[in-house]
């Protein structure tokens, strides 16, 4: 991942990474198929959120928006520099560039859902 021509921040780049492991089961533990999500994880995830750049972040596909370059995803203000996603030497594929913009509020959401649902609710309850 690259902020124009810069390497991404760490803090970032462990937000994708991470957003990509968990939001799978974060659905499944909202939708109630899965119930080994636990207080602490769900801190964890929010912690990992909370260090990432600020959103919303949004994508702007070129196949769907042409804007004369790849697909990127514009982070903060105007004045911050735009993310770019690669994977390998190439950026990647318009589902990725998405799915890291749409993550950046989704997370944050899922695990304010979770939260919710899990008040009342003896956290053991939730382990498998």
Request: avoid cysteine.
């Amino acid at each position: 991942m690259k902020r124009d021509q810069e390497p991404g921040d760490d803090a970032d780049v462990e937000f994708i990474a991470m957003a990509r492991n968990v939001l799978p089961r974060l659905v499944r533990a909202l939708d109630g198929k899965q119930r080994s999500v636990t207080i602490a994880e769900l801190d964890m995830i929010d912690a990992v959120a909370s260090r990432a750049t600020a959103g919303p972040w949004t994508a702007f596909i070129e196949e769907a928006q042409p804007i004369g370059g790849p697909s990127v995803i514009w982070v903060g203000g105007d004045d911050d520099p735009d993310m770019y996603v690669w994977l390998g030497t190439k950026i990647a594929p318009p589902g990725d560039v998405n799915f890291v913009a749409h993550a950046r509020e989704d997370v944050p959401a899922l695990v304010a859902a979770i939260k919710a649902r899990l008040q009342g609710t003896s956290e053991q309850n939730f382990r498998e």
